[in-house]
């Protein structure tokens, strides 16, 4: 099989990094769900910590990348259309569900596969 080769700079590769992470450019005029997912997508997760000071930590992370969006936006994607939902992996993650064979095995596993993070055996 021939594979084509490509050749880049290292900042390039930044610069795509930057770029696909939705922290480059210019934010919609109004987030939507649609652009929340695509941040999702390109992210793979939105990590949700316990801690608030400002906000959440998982809106603090799509505002960073979408822009103004509305929390009932997020919400209904969770809740009413199941597009995104919750995941403990040891830590508290959104998930897109279209990725949920992807972490499936490692649901089945669980408490097994978190034994070893949390330090007890299950």
Known sequence: MNRAHIET??????????????????????????????VMRDVAYIQWDPITIVA?????SIWSRVGDFRL????????KDKKVFEHWTPILMLMLTEDYPIFHSLMRRFPQSMAGSWGFNC
Do not use: C
């Open 9 to 38: 700079t290292l900042s390039n590769l930044k610069r795509i990094a930057v770029f696909k992470q939705h922290l480059y450019g210019k934010y919609p005029k109004k987030g939507t769900k649609d652009d929340i997912l695509s």
């Open 56 to 60: 959440p930590s998982h809106v603090l």
């Open 72 to 79: 009932k936006d997020l919400e209904e994607l969770m809740w």
